[in-house]
């Protein structure tokens, strides 16, 4: 199995801040590389897929880069909505994992 | 917009067999995937398995002797069975739809893109 490493599991960040939060693969992905969103209490959202791409409807500020085992999100503006967990995943093969999540609270 | 919705007992038993249905409204359940994924209280998210429209399966070989996902097309809905649970099954679990660029077996679907609101099963001894 691929193991998927998030740092940090949980960070505190002022409105305004620009976050960047760290995946990597125990071996190769390539691009295959998904990030999500969850907040307390409800599923989680798909915010980008293939490392780079942003899904529909999903805000500008967020971007996602990185290949082969080491990927980053990055929040580039971090508004009130974005306090929330999230998570990447996976999809290079069987089984698909996700990381262990990464909190972001607020400063 | 594509809308999922969970369904089924909140409480099984221990031993007992474990039964979810995902229906599926404001789009067909043709031409794509569909998953199951769960979470255990205040723990991070695991993938069960997934069917394709067609009916081909894939599960995570950590469940896999116990879980069975079929599809019904005409119901427009998908169902997970897992058989044999215990505590450690406890958890909300969420059906989704998986997608990606190809979603024929035996390309492996890339990512969830929709996603029910959730549903907790607590397993009782």
């Known amino acids: 199995d691929i193991q998927m490493t998030q740092s940090p599991s949980s960070l505190s960040a002022s409105v305004g801040d620009r976050v960047s939060i760290t995946c990597r693969a125990s071996?190769?992905?390539?691009?295959?590389l998904n990030w999500y969103q969850q907040k307390p209490g409800k599923a989680p959202e798909l915010l980008i897929y293939?490392?780079?791409n942003l899904q529909s409807g999903v805000p500008s500020r967020f971007s996602g880069s990185g290949s082969g085992t080491d990927f980053t999100l990055t929040i580039s503006s971090l508004q009130p909505e974005d306090f929330a967990t999230y998570y990447c995943?996976?999809?290079?093969?069987?089984?698909?994992?996700f990381g262990g999540g990464t909190k972001v609270e607020i400063k | 917009q594509v809308q999922l919705q969970e369904s089924g007992p909140g409480l099984v038993k221990s031993s007992e067999t474990l039964s979810l249905t995902c229906s599926v409204s404001g789009g067909s359940i043709n031409n794509y995937c569909w998953g199951w994924v769960r979470q255990p209280p205040g723990k991070g998210l695991e993938w069960i398995g997934y069917?394709?429209?067609?009916?081909?399966?894939n599960y995570n070989p950590s469940l896999k002797s116990r879980v069975t996902i079929s599809v019904d097309t005409s119901e427009n809905q998908f169902s997970l069975q897992l058989s044999s649970v215990t505590a450690a099954d406890t958890a909300v679990y969420y059906c989704?739809?998986?997608?990606?660029?190809?979603?024929?077996?035996?390309?492996?679907?890339?990512?969830?893109?929709?996603w029910g609101q959730g549903t907790l099963v607590t397993v009782s001894s």
């Open positions: 989704a739809r998986v997608n990606g660029d190809v979603v024929e077996p035996p390309a492996i679907p890339d990512y969830f893109d929709y």
């Open positions: 995943q996976h999809s290079y093969s069987i089984p698909l994992t």
């Open positions: 293939a490392a780079s």
């Open positions: 071996q190769t992905v390539k691009t295959y």
């Open positions: 069917v394709y429209y067609s009916g081909s399966t």
